[in-house]
């Protein structure tokens, strides 16, 4: 008797079943996503022999040189989202502006989505995982009419569905769309995403700390005082704690999730308000992560999933992973605040 696999089709078709009014369209919709992820997966994968790899020349409005993976992982995913006929648009880390899809069927379409294509792509030459982080809204504005720029400004908690594509050793599709957490692992063979991770918890507690120490003077003295803390030697508590840092989000926060950790990225002299950007990168990690039983606060403390955007490229800070170890870190946070 063969093990039946869930594949990512069935699973979707399944849980369609938990939203009674559910037509089909987020369906349709996360169906899209997982194609296009395999369509760029396949090109990850092959970076180092056809010429993807190397920078297109052109600057995002990040300021960062756009790679050429960027570009191809953006493209692809923009026509897949377009042609679900279920997304009326797209906010996306290499546009400056919201990207409005204008065919009737897209204008028609229920959902708006804010997408880093290739996140952590300055690791794509040295063969580091990279991964694509999305995030699903309602549209506000009327539909059968182009998509407005308040569709994309919604506060996290109005996320419909939230995840990301890890291309690493191998290639996982991790989504959420409010009941829980499920990870898919991509079955080259059969060219399926197939269910491998079900209901994933992230550990209360965790020993990995994951943050970029090099800019560690320049942190607060609250963050400082925690990462001294989390190096003390207190075999009660399992510290000192291992630190696992790769300058990739989606694999730091990956590998977090499953064995428990904190990922933090504090104001610093350069990025003042912090590096991450709210809408494309803290609002989903911050709907897994709790979906998941953990946290994801700001510098003040504060849910990320509250704050209300002002700007598509808005930058917070981002303090995510298991509860415990947010909470703690928010102590020593707190505790200077009160200092001052
Ligand atoms: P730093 C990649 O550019 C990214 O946005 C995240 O994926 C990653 O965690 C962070 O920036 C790395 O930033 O300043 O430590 O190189």
């Known amino acids: 008797m063969y093990n039946t696999v869930d594949t990512l089709n069935e699973f979707i078709i399944e849980r369609q079943a938990d939203f009674p ?8 919709l996360l169906t899209h ?4 992820a395999k369509v760029v997966n396949r090109e990850v994968n092959q970076a180092g022999l056809v010429d993807i790899l190397g920078t297109t020349g052109d600057i995002n409005v990040q300021g960062e040189t756009v790679q050429k ?4 992982a953006n493209t692809k995913f923009a026509i897949a989202l377009k042609g679900s006929s279920e997304c009326c648009g797209i906010a996306t880390e290499e546009s400056q502006d919201i990207i409005k899809f204008d065919t009737d069927m897209a204008k028609d379409g229920k959902y708006i989505i804010c997408i880093d294509p290739l996140d952590g792509s300055s690791n794509i030459d040295v063969n580091v995982s990279i991964g694509t982080i999305f995030s699903i809204y309602r549209r506000i504005s009327p539909r059968g009419h182009v998509a407005q720029l308040q569709d994309f400004l919604q506060e996290g908690t109005k996320q419909v569905a939230a995840g990301y594509i890890i291309y690493g050793s191998s290639t996982m599709l991790v989504y959420t769309t409010g009941r829980g957490v499920n990870g898919f692992t991509l079955a080259p063979s059969i060219g399926e995403f197939c269910l491998s991770h079900r209901d994933i918890q992230i550990p209360l507690n965790g020993s990995i700390i994951s943050a970029n120490e090099g800019y560690y003077k ?4 609250g963050v400082r005082r925690y990462l001294d803390y989390c190096k003390d030697i207190d075999e009660e508590t399992n510290r000192p704690y291992s630190s696992r840092y790769i300058g990739s989000l989606v694999a730091d926060f990956h590998r977090n999730l499953l064995k428990g950790g904190i ?12 590096k991450l950007r709210l809408i494309y990168e803290a ?10 039983g953990g946290m994801a606060v700001d510098h003040d403390g504060g849910r990320i999933m509250d704050l209300v955007p002002n700007d598509l490229h808005q930058r917070v800070p ?3 992973g298991s509860r415990n170890m947010v909470e703690k870190l928010n102590d020593f946070i707190e505790e200077e605040e009160e200092q001052k």
Not at 69 to 72: E, G, K, M, R, T
Not at 283 to 292: D, F, I, Y
């Open 21 to 28: 009014y559910a037509k089909g369209e987020l369906s349709r």
């Open 33 to 36: 996503i997982a194609l296009a």
């Open 69 to 72: 993976l960027d570009d191809f």
């Open 218 to 221: 320049q942190f607060s003295a």
């Open 263 to 274: 990922y933090m990225y504090p104001p610093t002299e350069k990025f003042k308000t912090g």
């Open 283 to 292: 609002n989903p990690m911050a709907m897994l992560v709790e979906q998941a």
């Open 318 to 320: 981002l303090y995510i």
